[in-house]
């Protein structure tokens, strides 16, 4: 059996920030594993520990700095990774979850999965859309928002929970092979240990570019394209508390007391 | 140049945004000088078709198949109504069940899709607004396409409370059942303790800031000093910190009680559309930046770890 995850680096913003034309300036943004994905990643090892015979495979869309990130996913117990980059994505602009799931599915033929795991979204541009149109490119089926995950490879079923609004969970049973989208608190990833650290690097990352995976630059022509980034007007109009934090404390609590709050 | 937006119900009830959906596609219909269209698919198609019917619709489609929601069954049906309804733009909910969907049928009609649309315009072309890394940002996004997909975040549009004159009219859709490949078994509400905190007058509710899952004692005493009650954000129930049923948010639960105090809160926006309606919200955030600022009502900027054992002091 063979999972593919599909990886993605994403920018966390520190809480200060300038923004420099359509993008965050790099010096307020650090790198790290979305982390809805890693959500995925721990579901495919888990699955892997369960069953045998299982290989984990990861595929990024992204430039090369991103090996770093990718090379977390294989030192918490992936087999394998593929990255596809090259500069037609590179002058691509905004990457719509189309033109990823295009790419995604490119490779997703060449390996033929029985499982898909992707994260629910990503941490950055937050679409949510990637996972269920791989399905459909690939003529999968597939389940979003999925918080619990019981495989039945013989019966070709997988038992999930979907997370709804409001605190309902959907009961579904979905054919696979299929493509699902994992949500966090779905399981408890792990940390990679010292030895799982030393075994990714000599893990193979393979890098493709879109020829190598059957596709030209004509086919990620993005219909999205980003006109502006701005901080949203606040709306705020808290009153603020200034002074010491004792201070503080003694303003909140004598507010608290006019509303009625007492120990 | 019309406009279709596809409602949302579950176990018997509409979904807010079925209607909030018809105020943002009455302002696109009218930019583009066309007509409104709903659509409600499944369950009782007679009394969300009526209720549906709101000033500035146009035609109401009703398509009695299946009782609740199938992501199978749903993605084939929107598919044959924008088929043969030809819509400019398609809109529908940006909720877990909307994402479940619009983008197979966006795939399917070879629309470009754009999700979790905080605004949207179509006076010079489509543009649509959302948000980036979080709530931190926002950016506008130019749809180079003649027709589009577009999901509808929830709570952002007013409620349409007055009756319209729309036309109702059932469509005919057909289901080819050997492509539905997912079966809805049934609803299950997540739980984990014993305390229902949409009841609480006062609640201490914690997020991420809080770093440590042993730091949380500094909560617990805050609460019991208040006589509140402790719930949280999706963070900390993931982390398995506080039960699932102590989550406050768009995932968990709504709470409305008399005073929130948000310690170490960001403010997502699924974290806000579950406490917005607190009558008094307070927020304790390191971050002055913290989106939590913005629907605080009072606010300390300040480390949580000096800033909540005073605040309990002062009770003791």
Redesign the interface.
């Known amino acids: 059996m063979k999972i593919l995850v599909t990886v993605k680096e994403v920018a966390a913003v520190d809480d200060e920030f300038e923004i420099d034309g359509l993008a965050i300036d790099d010096r307020y943004v650090t790198a790290d594993l979305n982390e809805w994905d890693e959500y995925a990643v721990e579901e495919a090892v888990q699955i892997k520990e369960a069953h045998d015979d299982v290989e984990v495979v990861t595929v990024t869309i992204g430039p090369s700095e991103t090996d770093e990130t990718i090379r977390q996913a294989l030192a918490k117990g992936a087999d394998r990774a593929i990255r596809v980059w090259d500069d037609a994505l590179e002058d691509a602009g905004l990457l719509d979850p189309e033109t990823k799931a295009e790419v995604l599915a490119a490779v997703a033929a060449e390996e033929d999965p029985d499982l898909v795991l992707t994260g629910v979204q990503s941490a950055d541009d937050g679409f949510g859309a990637t996972g269920v149109t791989l399905a459909d490119k690939l003529g999968m089926e597939w389940g979003a928002v999925v918080n619990d995950l019981d495989l039945d490879l013989e019966g070709g079923v997988a038992s999930v929970h979907r997370e709804l609004e409001g605190g309902v969970e959907e009961l579904t049973d979905i054919e696979i092979p299929a493509v699902l989208t994992i949500q966090t608190g779905i399981n408890d990833p792990r940390y990679a240990s010292l030895r799982g650290i030393r075994q990714a690097q000599s893990k193979e990352l393979a890098e493709y570019g879109l020829s190598d995976v059957g596709l030209d630059a004509s086919e990620i022509e993005s219909p999205l394209e980003q006109t502006s980034l701005y901080e949203p007007e606040t709306e705020g109009e808290a009153t603020v508390f200034e002074g010491s934090p004792e201070e503080t404390a003694a303003e909140l609590a004598e507010l608290l007391a006019e509303k009625g709050v007492t120990s | 140049m019309s406009v279709l937006a596809i409602a949302e119900h579950?176990r018997g009830e509409l979904r807010p945004v079925s209607i909030e959906q018809l105020a943002a596609g009455r302002d696109l219909a009218d930019e583009l000088g066309g007509e409104l269209h709903t659509a409600v698919i499944g369950g009782d198609v007679e009394a969300f078709g009526a209720d549906l019917n709101r000033e500035g619709v146009d035609t109401v489609h009703t398509v009695d198949i299946g009782e609740e929601?199938n992501?199978?069954v749903y993605?084939q049906v929107v598919t044959q109504l924008a088929t043969e309804l030809d819509p400019t733009v398609l809109l529908m909910p940006?909720?877990?069940?909307g994402?479940?969907?619009?983008?197979?049928v966006?795939?399917?009609l070879d629309r470009?899709?754009?999700?979790?649309v905080v605004d949207i315009d179509a006076e010079d072309g489509l543009?649509a607004t959302?948000?980036?890394?979080?709530?931190?940002?926002?950016?506008?996004?130019?749809?180079?396409?003649e027709q589009a997909a577009v999901?509808i975040r929830p709570a952002e549009w007013p409620t349409i409370e007055t009756d319209g004159d729309a036309a109702i009219e059932a469509f005919d859709a057909t289901v080819d059942e050997s492509a539905v490949?997912?079966?809805?078994?049934?609803?299950?509400?997540?739980g984990g303790g014993d305390i229902d905190i949409t009841d609480a007058d006062?609640l201490v509710s914690v997020g991420r800031g809080i770093e440590e899952e042993e730091n949380l004692d500094i909560i617990h005493d805050l609460a019991e000093?208040?006589?509140?009650t402790v719930s949280g954000s999706?963070?900390l129930?993931?982390?398995?910190w506080l039960e699932?049923?102590r989550?406050v948010g768009?995932?968990?639960?709504?709470v409305t009680p008399?005073?929130y105090i948000a310690i170490g809160i960001s403010g997502a926006v699924q974290h806000v559309a579950g406490m917005k309606g607190s009558d008094?919200i307070?927020?304790i955030n390191?971050?002055?930046?913290?989106p939590i600022?913005?629907?605080?009502?009072?606010?300390?900027?300040?480390?949580l770890f000096?800033?909540v054992p005073?605040?309990t002091?002062?009770?003791?």
């Open positions: 579950r929601f992501h199978d993605t940006n909720s877990v069940n994402l479940d969907y619009a983008p197979a966006a795939n399917r470009p899709l754009v999700t979790d543009t959302r948000e980036l890394y979080g709530s931190k940002t926002e950016t506008t996004i130019d749809v180079h396409a999901t490949k997912s079966t809805v078994k049934g609803f299950e509400e997540v006062v000093a208040l006589d509140a999706r963070p129930i993931d982390n398995g699932k049923d989550q768009q995932s968990g639960k709504v008399d005073v008094t307070v927020a390191t971050d002055p930046n913290a600022f913005d629907i605080a009502d009072y606010g300390i900027q300040d480390d000096e800033v005073a605040l002091e002062q009770f003791q």
